[in-house]
């Protein structure tokens, strides 16, 4: 057992100040009080040192609680008990101060404001400290700056900072991508640990090491395999998406859960207390592995898994004969195990036997969130479930949906490095510096008072391009410009390319994937279209109304969530709302709220401006995101790890 390291120092506080009542002297009783009922106790206050372990966190116990009484002597504070774990391995203490001036709680009331009494800053902005703290494990197959395809890569890139800066210890967990090109260098900085993991899967042993970079509070660890390195982005090339998918995606899983057991961050490993946060089926193996691999044999018994659902269509559904190959016991196939209906058969003798990774993420993991409140109850319903609503329902009670939060120092208007000018909702006077500089840019003629809607996104189904497609023709029939920018399907590709020669003074498509040219295209357009199918949260609806360009989106998911439809006569018609939502999935409604939209940028000039300073004034900071994770990781340690 390695020797006790306080970490942290968290002092409660309130304003009345009152004398330790004799009572609180008698140290056994008040230890079994416990810290969370404090503000029902008058005249108690405590300072409560979160433990840690060399080598693992759930260790302590006595060398842990005469450290404290050692402590004790020397100022003469008093030791109010020590705080345990499920299996009586000692977490932290509660202590009555020594200067014998006590801070009173009263009511839960002073516990929230005890919560935002500490505070650090990220890039000038101050984020307050969580009252609890815990070692959070993110897995994920993209981390934005390293890796990006999509918002999955936003995400893991900017709430692990957030959770760091309010105390948490935070390690993510992706591939090492080497593809050839310039962006290998973003990995420059990580720096090989020497630490070589076995992994027994797919029939053989394979070796992962581990690259580590310490940034912005983060532990960053990427994996590193052969199978990383290659041209293409991180699931497929030119050709299509790579064949071995799942196997990349086994290593990453089984790599994820040795490194809080192996790698000695800082000097201290993560430990088995540890909370995986598992995005998406990439990462879906980890909480089979926690149950079946390491929890039978005593390992990982105290740590916790929240599966986090950015995108239900993709499932990581494979033929269930590759089941052998993942590394699991085999008594475990029938968490993972789906069988698709007679007609999605592919042939007669076609027993449709296959093995979806996020369906046993579903079963196994302690809980579940969705990115927008929307999206967790669409993804309990036939439509919006993609064949796992009735599973999806049946944890209806460990299910929550909590909208993304913005990386607001990458994206904001007044300092953004990718514009043109800047701007804010003070000073709105930059835009339209930024709308010219766009439409020079892209050769389109300059006129600041013609609409120019824009669409940044994966070309995919489930963004409504073929909506886009059909209703172009009738589009350009008024007098907009529309920027599309945009990678995927090479079909949309070319449309992009046949639409641009078609319409040369009002489309332009940018095939490519391009973060500075999407910032420019938020900044400098006036009206943002998202026709998606479905939408998990959608990140692109919020960058646009902190720019001031006011979104036109399909009534869904995190859209209908996060974009409040305009009403011109709310308000004793001074309007209200940011944007506008259409519904059903139409043509015709798409284009009828673009026409609205359009009309209010050219006749109603006030109300504009309202539309564009009520978006840009919401709050989508991730730290009001990651209070609300911190709720469910407390939740998920309230209840017992999912076992078979
Ligand atoms: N060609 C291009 N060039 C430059 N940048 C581009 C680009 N194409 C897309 N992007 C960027 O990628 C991100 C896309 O984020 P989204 O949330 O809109 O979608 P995505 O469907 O990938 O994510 C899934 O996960 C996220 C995160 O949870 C959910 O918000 C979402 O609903 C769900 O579908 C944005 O930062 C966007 O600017």
Known sequence: MGSLKFTSLIPCKSSSLIPIPNKYA??????????????????????????????????????????????????????????RDGSGSVIGFNLIPPNGELNVIDSPEDVSSLRREESVEIDGKEISKASVTYNVVFVSAEAAPYSKTGGLGDVCGSLPIVLAARGHRVMVVSPRYQNGTAADRKYSGAVDLE???????????????????????????????????????PYGDSLGAFGDNQFRFTLLCHAACEAPLVLPLGGFTYGEKSLFMV?????????????????????????????????????????????KNLGLPAEWYGALEWVFPT??????????????????????????????????????????????????????????????????????PSTDVHTASHY????????????????????????????????????????????????????????????????GDPVCEDWMRATEATYKDKFRGWVGFNVPVSHRITA???????????????????????????PVVHSTGGLRDTVVNFNPYAQGGKGDGTGWTFSPLTKESMLAALKLACRTFREYKPSWQGLMKRGMERDFTWESAAIKYEQVFGWAFIDPPYVK
């Not at 810290?35 to 206050?45: E, N, Q, S, T, V």
């Not at 660890?221 to 199978?227: E, G, N």
């Not at 740590?303 to 033929?319: D, F, K, M, T």
Request: aromatic share 8%; charged share 20%; net charge negative.
């Open 195 to 233: 630490t070589r993991v076995k992994v027994y899967c797919f029939g053989g042993e394979q070796e992962v090491s581990f690259y580590h970079e310490y940034r912005a509070g983060v532990d960053w660890v990427f994996v590193d395999h052969p199978s990383y390195h290659r041209p293409g982005n």
């Open 26 to 83: 008698n140290h056994e009783a008040i230890g079994q009080l416990g810290f969370a009922p404090l503000w029902k106790r008058r005249g108690a206050a405590c300072l409560r040192l979160r433990a840690s372990v060399a080598g693992g966190s759930g260790g302590g116990g006595q060398d842990g609680a005469s450290a404290v009484e050692d402590q004790q002597k020397d100022k003469k504070g008093v030791f109010l008990g020590a705080e």
């Open 279 to 323: 995005n998406d089926w990439h990462a879906g193996l980890v909480p089979l592995l926690l149950a079946a691999k390491y929890r039978p044999y005593g390992v990982y018994k105290d740590a916790r898994s929240i599966l986090v659902i950015h995108n239900l269509a993709h499932q990581g559904v494979e033929p269930g004969v590759t089941y």
């Open 424 to 487: 804010s909702a003070d000073d709105l006077s930059g835009k339209v510096q930024c709308k010219l500089a766009l439409q020079k840019e892209l050769g389109l003629p300059l006129r600041p008072d013609c609409p120019l809607i824009g669409f940044v996104g994966r070309l995919d189904y489930q963004k409504g391009i073929d909506l886009i497609q059909l209703g172009m023709p009738q589009l350009m029939e008024d007098d907009v410009q529309f920027v599309m920018l945009g990678s």
């Open 524 to 550: 400098g357009c006036d009206i943002l279209l998202m026709p998606s199918r479905f939408e998990p949260c959608g990140l692109n609806q919020l960058y646009a109304m902190r720019y001031g360009t006011v």
């Open 343 to 412: 007609w999605a058969r592919a042939h007669a003798l076609d027993k449709g036997e296959a093995v979806n990774i996020l369906k046993g993420a579903i079963v196994t993991s302690d809980r579940i969130l969705t990115v927008s409140e929307g999206y967790s109850w669409e993804i309990t319903t036939v439509e919006g479930g993609y064949g796992l609503n009735e599973l999806l329902s049946s944890r209806k009670s460990v299910l929550t949906g909590i909208t993304n939060g913005v990386d607001v120092v990458e994206w904001n």
